[in-house]
């Protein structure tokens, strides 16, 4: 039975895996950092609707950072997850992971964060179920999104204030 007063991130939290084939490669035969962002927004916004059970749209990549170049015929795997939850919207990280299939060593490649926002019928931000971490890392990762969140809401209402005030 569904729990009623919130998911956990494992609740919602979806996997998938591609081999990066030429057709997904850039000119230096590297994945194309389009390519995975593309799938990076596919899992992400799943997880996203498993969380709510409604429509999800992207409103915001937050963060994107390529740590690690993936190559043809690398194995990638992409674990999305629920991190934080505010009323309408909610941040899922996203963690992409290359793996040499001949030796199985598996390199983090590519960590995001994204904001989903949920709608109703008529396409119009809906409340969304709460998010209850439950292990240590669940915690953490709350805890840092709901830091990304504060200060993106506060840089925000200071670059209002800035124009306001320097309005002619
Ligand atoms: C995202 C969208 C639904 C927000 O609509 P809106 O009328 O601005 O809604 P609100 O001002 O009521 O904000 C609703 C929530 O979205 C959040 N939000 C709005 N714009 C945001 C942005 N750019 N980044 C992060 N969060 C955002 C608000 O903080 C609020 O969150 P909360 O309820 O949890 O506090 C609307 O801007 C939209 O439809 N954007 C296009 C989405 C899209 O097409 N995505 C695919 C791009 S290819």
Redesign the pocket.
């Known amino acids: 039975m569904e729990n009623v007063k919130g998911k956990t991130p494992s609740e919602s939290a979806v996997e998938t895996r591609y081999l990066i084939m030429p057709h997904h490669a850039n000119p230096q035969g590297t994945a194309f950092g389009g390519v995975i962002m593309s799938w990076i927004?596919i899992v992400a916004g799943m997880a996203a609707q498993r969380h709510t059970g409604c429509e999800v749209?992207?409103?915001?990549i937050?963060s994107l950072s390529f740590k690690a170049p993936i190559r043809i015929g690398d194995h990638v795997t992409l674990r999305a997850s629920v991190n934080y939850?505010?009323?309408?919207?909610?941040e899922v990280g996203v963690q992409v992971t290359r793996e040499n299939p001949y030796d199985g060593k598996q390199t983090r490649a590519t960590t995001a964060h994204l904001?989903f926002?949920a709608?109703d019928k008529n396409?119009?931000?809906t409340?969304?179920l709460p998010i209850i971490p439950e292990t240590p890392l669940e915690k953490k990762r709350y805890k840092n999104a709901e830091l990304r969140?504060k200060s993106?809401?506060e840089l925000l209402k200071q670059i209002q204030e800035n124009e306001t005030d320097n309005k002619d």
Do not use: N
Not at 57 to 60: C, G, I, K, P, R
Not at 85 to 90: K, L
């Open positions: 927004d749209v992207t409103a915001s937050d939850v505010s009323r309408t919207s909610m904001t926002v709608l396409k119009k931000p409340p969304v969140v993106r809401k």
